[in-house]
T-cell receptor, first 116, second 112 residues
Framework: DGGITQSPKYLFRKEGQNVTLSCEQN?????MYWYRQDPGQGLRLIYY???????QKGDIAEGYSVSREKKESFPLTVTSAQKNPTAFYLC???????????????FGPGTRLTVL | GQQLNQSPQSMFIQEGEDVSMNCTSS?????WLWYKQEPGEGPVLLIA???AGELTSNGRLTAQFGITRKDSFLNISASIPSDVGIYFC????????????WGAGTKLIIKP
């Protein structure tokens, strides 16, 4: 079945360590996104990518980095520069933004990162 | 950045009751999306709206794209226990080809 997978589901790291969250999709979607979710708040966009080897900063990109070497994969690295990294991280994808007017995004199951 | 005002923040209802929630903004949108999120999971798309005035149903769910293009509502009829979760609205601005603006969510709780 087509879908978006994120791994791991739960991740614990010590303060000061970088950590990479995985996101893979087999929907043949061109665009992929990373969001951060904190309790009682809506989703905030970290980074997005419309095509391979290209990505753009979202509203809260500081302390994060991404890569898009393959269409199917969009890993997110939470660096030690991120001041408050503990959160629920969601990856999403959508059909090519250049051809489709309406941006229906489909989400993975999320990764809960806890920094100790 | 842009914001959507989603209300109510939470709802405590009895099973069988109807539910109504809405999102408003000062900006004009060309798309409204409604998602449901269950604990520890990613949001799932429920309904997508593309035209001002459009009324769309998905089972017991009904959503409308406001005539002014600045608001949308979601109704759930005859609620059941599996409706519990957080419902999010998201809008796509007319001058943006990528970004969804998200509401803060409405948490639906059904009293036993």
């Amino acid at each position: 079945d087509g879908g978006i997978t994120q791994s791991p589901k739960y991740l614990f790291r010590k303060e000061g360590q970088n950590v990479t969250l995985s996101c893979e999709q087999n929907l043949n979607h061109d665009a992929m996104y990373w969001y951060r979710q904190d309790p009682g708040q809506g989703l905030r966009l970290i980074y997005y990518s419309q095509i391979v080897n290209d990505f753009q900063k979202g509203d809260i990109a500081e302390g994060y980095s991404v890569s898009r070497e393959k269409k199917e994969s969009f890993p997110l690295t939470v660096t030690s520069a991120q001041k408050n990294p503990t959160a629920f991280y969601l990856c999403a994808s959508s059909i090519d933004l250049w051809e489709k007017q309406y941006n229906e995004q489909f989400f993975g199951p999320g990764t809960r990162l806890t920094v100790l | 950045g842009q914001q959507l005002n989603q209300s109510p923040q939470s709802m405590f209802i009895q099973e069988g009751e109807d539910v109504s929630m809405n999102c408003t903004s000062s900006s004009i949108f060309n798309t409204w999306l409604w998602y449901k999120q269950e604990p520890g999971e990613g949001p799932v798309l429920l309904i997508a709206l593309y035209k001002a005035g459009e009324l769309t149903s998905n089972g017991r769910l009904t959503a409308q794209f406001g005539i002014t293009r600045k608001d949308s509502f979601l109704n759930i009829s005859a609620s059941i226990p599996s409706d519990v979760g957080i419902y999010f609205c998201a809008g796509q601005l007319t001058d943006s080809n990528y970004q969804l603006i998200w509401g803060a969510g409405t948490k639906l709780i059904i009293k036993p």
